[in-house]
């Protein structure tokens, strides 16, 4: 997973417009308002937020308050993942990266929504095809959904990508 420190995610973000880095800037995962804001931006403005919302969530998460406060921002992801954005290769292997990266001991959990994501990369890999890179995020994010026997249906379909190619 890539290790980046709070103030590299905390800062300007390159590549973003001065639209999404206002709204980047703005962004916490408790402030619905500017959840709702995100979700009414262009999708070209949402596709480049939703990997550098995703990494700054993770560090913006208190560590004893970090699996529960997961589910507050995780609905924006969702819909923003079942919006058809243009999201790149590399777009999809940081979210792959921060899926699945908060459990506890007995429990999966993770601030992007399993599901939205797979149907996302599905659709990626059958008309891009499966590159090294999105095999290896692919096989990392298997390792950690497996173990838990509610993502069994995910820990499938994930294999099925994998080999089909």
Not at 36 to 42: F, G, M, T, V, Y
């Amino acid at each position: 997973m890539l290790d980046l420190n709070r103030k590299e995610v905390e800062t300007r973000r390159p590549g973003l417009s001065a639209a999404a880095q206002d709204l980047y800037d703005r962004f916490a995962p408790q402030d619905m308002a500017v959840a709702r804001e995100i979700l009414n931006a262009d999708a070209s403005v949402q596709a480049a937020l939703l990997p550098a919302i995703a990494a700054k969530t993770l560090h913006l998460l208190e560590a004893k308050t970090r699996w529960t406060a997961a589910h507050r921002p995780r609905w924006l992801f969702g819909q923003m993942l079942r919006s058809n954005l243009p999201l790149r290769e590399k777009d999809l292997i940081l979210l792959a990266e921060h899926t699945g990266t908060l459990r506890s001991h007995w429990r999966f959990d993770t601030i992007v929504p399993l599901a939205p994501l797979l149907d996302v990369i599905e659709q990626y890999v059958a008309t891009n095809g499966l590159s090294d890179a999105m095999r290896s995020a692919l096989t990392e994010l298997h390792r950690r959904v497996e173990p838990y026997k509610a993502n069994r249906r995910a820990a499938g379909r994930i294999d099925a990508i994998l080999h089909q190619s």
